[in-house]
C-alpha cells in the first residue's frame, strides 16, 4: 500500500457505509482494488472476464480506484494487453476504454521470483497513483496444475497479506483436484497461505440468474416449500444435456470425462441447491452449511453397487439437427480406442427426513439431442382415483419442471377435464417463462461472480468441505471405473443416452423425461 | 348512452405480429372486458401470457398522447403488461356521457421469448370522466401492482385515480416546465409531491435522469479511505436546470445531513457538480461534468499529496420510455427520494 493511501486508511479507522450509495440501482459497487488475472492471455480471460470486466464498468459498478494487472508467460507489454482487451469487448462504450488505459501487464513464468517482484512493483505503482488501498482479487485463469506454485508465491512476497486492513481474495477456476486425494492436498497447500475467507473456488453455474432462481422459487414462496419432500414427490430427475461434442477440447476432456466436467461440480451442486434444507439467511454461511448438509445426506455408493446404479456411456456417429457427426473416438485428439465417458447416468440416495426413500436420477451428456438443463419434480400418483380407468388413460403423475437453460422457466404438469360430455382427463402443462416476465438482460454468471468476489460475498462460491463431499460421492465411481472390465456402453449422436439408462429407471418402473 | 361495439377484426397490418384489434364508442366497460377477454383467447400463446402490472396512462391534450404513444412504442416489447391509456383534456366533463374505447392484443418477441400486453385506450366524457377509477377498477389486472402515470402535470391531490394506484409515475421537470412561472413555481410543485408521496409511492422520472449523476458522485466516495471524506464536506456547487439541480441538491444534503448554506445551485445547460472535502488537513476535490455536447460523463478526482483518477462514462437513455421502463422494474417507496424531496419542500417554505 503506498504512503499516502497508507496515511489516509489509518485515519479512517472503521469502514462505514457509503450514505450516498443507498437506494442507487448499482449500490452494489466493488471497493477500491486491483484485480491481477494470471493467465491474462488465455481464452477464458478474453472470452469471459473482459466482457464480465467491461460490462461491471458500464453498470458502474466498478469503483475510480481500479484497475488490472495481467500475467502471463506469453511476452506483452501493457499497451499489448490493452489492445487485447479492446480487442475482446468489440462495440464496448467509452467506459470500457477509459478503464482499459488503467490496465497492466507483467510477462513472467510463475515459477520465477522476478515474475512476482515485478508484479509487486506494479502494484505498488498503481496504489500510489490510483489509491486502491492495497486491495488484491487474484484471478487463476489458469491451468490447475499450477495454482499451488501460484498462491505459494504470492504467499511468499507477501502479495496476500491483510494486515493493514486491506483484502487479498483469490478466485480459483475449477476443477478442484481430480479426485478426492489430490483435492485434499490442494486444499492444504493453498491454506498454508490463505485463510478459507480468502478463497472463491468459482463454478460459473452457480452464478446463473436462473440457479439462484431455484433458491427464489424455494424459499420465497410458500406454495412449494409444503410438498418439497417425499410424501409428495415420487422421484426426482436432473438433467445437464449438452448437444455440442468435445470439439477441439479433446485433448482435456479425455482426462476429464462427464463425470469430472459436470457431475463432480455443476450437477452436484443443482442437485445440493434443489435438495437443501431451507437456510436461516441467505448469506453465504446460511447457504453453503445447508448445501453441505444436503451432499453429506447423499449415500456413498459401496463399489460393489456401482455397476447397478451407474450407467456410463460414449457417443458413438448419429445424426443430429439434419446434420451428421462423428462418434467420440474419431474426435480431434481423442484416442481411438478411448474408455472416457461423454454420457453418465446415475440413480442416488439421499439418505435424511425430507428425501429418504425418494430416488434422484441424474444425468448428463454430450451430443444429445438438444442443450438442456433441468430439474423435474414428479409427484406421487392420486392415492385413489374415483374415474373410470378409460377416463385417465394417458393421463401421467403430476411433475414440476425447473428449467434452468435455456428456455428458464417453470412447467406444472397436472390434469384437467376435456370438453364434453364424458369425464375424460387429460395432461396439460403450464408454462412460465422468466424471460416473457423479466425482459431484461441478466448478468453473465461470470460478471455477477467477479462483482461477488470483489465485494467480498462468497455465497455463490464452493467451500471446501463442499468440494471434499462432492469428490467424496463420486470416488466409489472412480474407483469402479479404474477396472477396464466396467462397462461402458455406447449411444448414437442425437439421442438420449444409451439403453442401459432406460433401464436404470425402468427397474423402478420410471422413465426418463424427454425434456 | 348508446352501444355499438365493433366486431373483432385482427389487424394484419399491425406493426406487430397479428395485433388483433376491437373498437366501439358508446361502450361499456363490460364490453370492454369481454373484448379484451374475446382478443386474448383468439391466440392461444396471447391465453398463455405473462403479465407484471397494469399500467395506467393519464394524457391532457395532444403532446400528451404523443407522448404516451412514443413510450407504448418502446414498452411494447420490453414489458409484458396491461397498458391502460385515458384521455381527459380540460372541460371535457361537460359534455355528454360516453365511453368510447379500443383495445390491442400485441405480441412481440424479447431475446426468444413471445412478449404478449394488451392495451386498452379509454377517451370518457361527462360524467364517466369525473370518476375514472369506476372506469379502471374492472380493468386492472388482479393481484398485480397498478402503476398510474400522469404525464405533464401532477394529479390533484384528490384525484380518484390515486387510490387506485400502487405506485404514481410523475415528472417534477415536466411539471415545473409546465407552470406559468416554471422558476417561481419549483416551490409549490415539489411542496406538491412531498405532499403525494406521504399517500403514495411515487415514481419521478426525473429522479430517474439523475440516476447516473448520483451513481457517479457516490462511486467517488466508495473504499474507506474515500469516504472518510464525507465526514468533511466543505462546498458543493451544482448547475444546471433548476428542477433537476433541486433533487440533487436535496439528495446530496439529505444524505450526508449538510447545511443547506454549503450547496450553491445556479444554473446552466448541463448538470456540472464541484465538491470539495477536507480530512486531517488534506483535501479532496472533484468535478463531474458533461463532456460538451456528448452524451458522456467526465468524473475527476484528486486528493491532495494523494491519488487521484478520471473516469469516462456514457450517459444512458434519458428518454421518457427508457425511463418509465427503469421504473416498472422498480415499484417499491424510494426513501432516499423521499427524503430529497421532503428536505428540499422544507428549504423552498
Known amino acids: 500500500m503506498s504512503t499516502a493511501m497508507a496515511d489516509l486508511a489509518s ?6 457505509p457509503n450514505p450516498l450509495l443507498e437506494g442507487l440501482d448499482a449500490s452494489r459497487q466493488a471497493p477500491p482494488n486491483v484485480l491481477v488475472v494470471f493467465g491474462a492471455s488465455g481464452d477464458l480471460t478474453s472470452r469471459k472476464l473482459m466482457p464480465a470486466l467491461a460490462s461491471l464498468a458500464q453498470k458502474r459498478q466498478l469503483p475510480g480506484s481500479f484497475a488490472v494487472v495481467g500475467i502471463a508467460r506469453t511476452e506483452l507489454n501493457d499497451e499489448d494487453f490493452r489492445k487485447l482487451a479492446i480487442e475482446a469487448v468489440p462495440g464496448a462504450g467509452p467506459e470500457w476504454e477509459s478503464l482499459v488505459r488503467n490496465f497492466r501487464y507483467v510477462t513472467g513464468e510463475y515459477a520465477d521470483e522476478q515474475t512476482f517482484d515485478d508484479l509487486e512493483r506494479v502494484l505498488g505503482e498503481i496504489d500510489s497513483e490510483r489509491g486502491t488501498s492495497g486491495n488484491r482479487t487474484y484471478y487463476l485463469a489458469t491451468i490447475p496444475g499450477v495454482f499451488e506454485q501460484v498462491i505459494t508465491k504470492l504467499g511468499q512476497h507477501g502479495l496476500v497479506d491483510q494486515s493493514n486492513g486491506n483484502f487479498a481474495r483469490v478466485i480459483i477456476e475449477k476443477p478442484f483436484g481430480h479426485d478426492l486425494d489430490s483435492a485434499r492436498h490442494l486444499d492444504a497447500a493453498i491454506h498454508k497461505v490463505l485463510g478459507e475467507e480468502q478463497i472463491y473456488r468459482i463454478d460459473h453455474y452457480l452464478g446463473k440468474e436462473t440457479v439462484q ?16 419432500d417425499r410424501r409428495y414427490i415420487d422421484s426426482v430427475q436432473i438433467t445437464v444435456a449438452e448437444s455440442v461434442g468435445v470439439g477441439h477440447r479433446g485433448g482435456f476432456y479425455e482426462g476429464a470425462g462427464a463425470m469430472r466436467d459436470i457431475v463432480q461440480n455443476h450437477l452436484l451442486q443443482v442437485l445440493a441447491i434443489t435438495l437443501m434444507e431451507p437456510p436461516a439467511s441467505m448469506d453465504s454461511t446460511g447457504i453453503r452449511d445447508e448445501k453441505v448438509k444436503a451432499l453429506r445426506a447423499v449415500d456413498i455408493l459401496k463399489p460393489d453397487d456401482v455397476e447397478q446404479n451407474v450407467v456410463r456411456a460414449q457417443y458413438a456417429s448419429g445424426w443430429l439437427d439434419g446434420q451428421e457427426v462423428r462418434g467420440y473416438r474419431e474426435e480431434e485428439d ?24 425418494v430416488p434422484i436420477f441424474v444425468r448428463t451428456g454430450k451430443r444429445l439431442p438438444k442443450r438442456v438443463t433441468e430439474v423435474a419434480l414428479q409427484f406421487h400418483n392420486v392415492p385413489h382415483s374415483p374415474f373410470q380407468a378409460s377416463d385417465t388413460r394417458g393421463l401421467g403423475p403430476n411433475a414440476m419442471v425447473l428449467r434452468i437453460q435455456p428456455d428458464e422457466g417453470i412447467t406444472m404438469r397436472f390434469g384437467a377435464k376435456v370438453p364434453g360430455q364424458s369425464f375424460r382427463v387429460r395432461d396439460v402443462s403450464m408454462d412460465f417463462s422468466y424471460g416473457a416476465a423479466f425482459i431484461e438482460e441478466t448478468p453473465d454468471a461470470y460478471e455477477r461472480l467477479l462483482l461477488d468476489a470483489m465485494v467480498g460475498d462468497a455465497t455463490l462460491f464452493i467451500r471446501t468441505d463442499e468440494v471434499e463431499q462432492a469428490w467424496r460421492i463420486v470416488a466409489p465411481l472412480q474407483e469402479a471405473w479404474s477396472n477396464p472390465s466396467f462397462p461402458l456402453a455406447r449411444y448414437e449422436a442425437g439421442t438420449w443416452g444409451p439403453e442401459e439408462a432406460d433401464r436404470l429407471l425402468q427397474r423402478s418402473g420410471r422413465k426418463w423425461r424427454e425434456p | 348512452m348508446t352501444h355499438e361495439a365493433s366486431e373483432l377484426t385482427l389487424d394484419a397490418d399491425s406493426e406487430l405480429m397479428n395485433a388483433p384489434t376491437w373498437a366501439g364508442q358508446g361502450v361499456s366497460i363490460d364490453q370492454v372486458m369481454r373484448a379484451a377477454d374475446e382478443l386474448r383467447h383468439s391466440d392461444k400463446r396471447a391465453a398463455n401470457r405473462t403479465s407484471v402490472a397494469t399500467v395506467v396512462m393519464v394524457s391532457r391534450n395532444e403532446d400528451d398522447q404523443k407522448h404516451i404513444e412514443d413510450v407504448l412504442a418502446h414498452l411494447r416489447p420490453r414489458h409484458p403488461a396491461r397498458v391502460i391509456t385515458v384521455h381527459l383534456p380540460d372541460g371535457i366533463h361537460k359534455q355528454p356521457d360516453n365511453i368510447s374505447a379500443g383495445v390491442v392484443m400485441l405480441a412481440g418477441t424479447a431475446q426468444g421469448h413471445d412478449v404478449w400486453s394488451d392495451e386498452i385506450h379509454l377517451q370518457p366524457t361527462g360524467g364517466p370522466a369525473m370518476h375514472t377509477a369506476s372506469l379502471l377498477r374492472p380493468l386492472v389486472l388482479a393481484d398485480l401492482p397498478v402503476v398510474v402515470w400522469w404525464v405533464g402535470k401532477l394529479p390533484h391531490v384528490e384525484d380518484p385515480l390515486l387510490k387506485l394506484a400502487d405506485t404514481v409515475i410523475i ?21 406538491e409531491i412531498a405532499l403525494l408521496s406521504r399517500k403514495n409511492v411515487v415514481a419521478d422520472l426525473s429522479w430517474v435522469r439523475i440516476g447516473i449523476w448520483r451513481q457517479m458522485l457516490a462511486s467517488q466516495f466508495n473504499g474507506a479511505a474515500y469516504r472518510s471524506f464525507l465526514q468533511g464536506v466543505e462546498s458543493v456547487e451544482i448547475s444546471g436546470k433548476s428542477s433537476p439541480v433541486t433533487l440533487l441538491a436535496g439528495w446530496i444534503a439529505s444524505r450526508l445531513r449538510l447545511d443547506r448554506s454549503v ?16 480530512l486531517e488537513g488534506r483535501t479532496k476535490n472533484l468535478v463531474i461534468e458533461r463532456v460538451d455536447n456528448q452524451p458522456l460523463i467526465h468524473a475527476e478526482m484528486h486528493i491532495q499529496d494523494g491519488p487521484s483518477h478520471e473516469e469516462l462514462l456514457a450517459m444512458p ?33
Open chain 1, 11 to 16: 485515519i479512517v479507522g472503521q469502514d462505514l
Open chain 2, 171 to 191: 415528472d417534477s421537470k415536466e411539471a415545473v416546465k409546465s407552470q406559468e412561472n416554471p422558476e417561481g413555481a419549483i416551490p409549490r410543485v415539489f411542496d
Open chain 2, 263 to 278: 450547496i450553491t445551485m445556479s444554473q446552466s445547460k448541463h448538470i456540472k457538480i464541484k465538491m470539495r472535502c477536507s
Open chain 2, 317 to 349: 437513455d434519458t428518454g421518457v420510455a427508457g425511463s418509465i421502463l427503469s421504473v416498472l422494474k422498480r415499484l417499491e417507496r424510494d426513501r432516499v427520494y423521499e427524503q430529497s424531496i421532503r428536505l428540499v419542500a422544507g428549504w423552498l417554505d
Open chain 1, 334 to 357: 481423442v484416442d481411438p480406442n478411448s474408455r472416457t465417458e461423454t454420457y453418465m447416468a446415475m440413480k442416488m440416495k439421499v439418505d435424511n427426513w425430507r428425501w429418504a426413500g
Open chain 1, 213 to 228: 432462481n431455484v433458491m427464489a422459487l424455494r424459499f420465497a414462496n410458500a406454495i412449494f416449500e409444503p410438498i418439497w
